[in-house]
């Protein structure tokens, strides 16, 4: 199996940063896509950014140029850098990983889609 742990959140004065960091260990081969979702109470989920294997990175309109995802594919792990952060930022943040896993054949069927566990930003005015 796979497990993502989230780490960084906290509570951060409007204008603040913090970094956020997503950590997959498990049967892993390899791993596709990464990103960032969040989630404001009485809203849905919603993608802040991801990035690709082989970089490029997306981001949501709200976060353009104020948040930055970035991974180290050697600890299967994502980051995001949140500066410059906003009331209205401020949500339950979860990782999602499009994963390959290992098999004892090789690769196993897939990819499949990895969830962390949620880690809250609270941003005060």
């Known amino acids: 199996q796979v497990q993502l742990v989230e780490s960084g959140g906290g509570l951060v004065q409007a204008g603040g940063s913090l970094r956020l960091s997503c950590a997959a260990s498990g049967s892993i081969f390899s791993i596709n896509a990464m990103g960032w979702y969040r989630q404001a109470p009485g809203k849905q989920r919603e993608l802040v950014a991801s990035i690709t294997s082989g970089g490029s990175t997306n981001y949501a309109d709200s976060v353009n140029g104020r948040f930055t995802i970035s991974r180290d594919n050697a600890k299967n792990t994502v980051y995001l850098q949140m500066n410059s952060l906003k009331p209205e930022d401020t949500a339950v943040y979860y990782c999602?990983?499009?994963?390959?896993?290992?098999?004892?054949?090789?690769?196993?069927?897939?990819?499949?889609?990895?969830w962390g566990q949620g880690t809250q930003v609270t941003v005060s005015s």
């Open positions: 999602n990983l499009n994963v390959f896993r290992e098999s004892r054949w090789g690769i196993a069927p897939g990819p499949h889609d990895y």
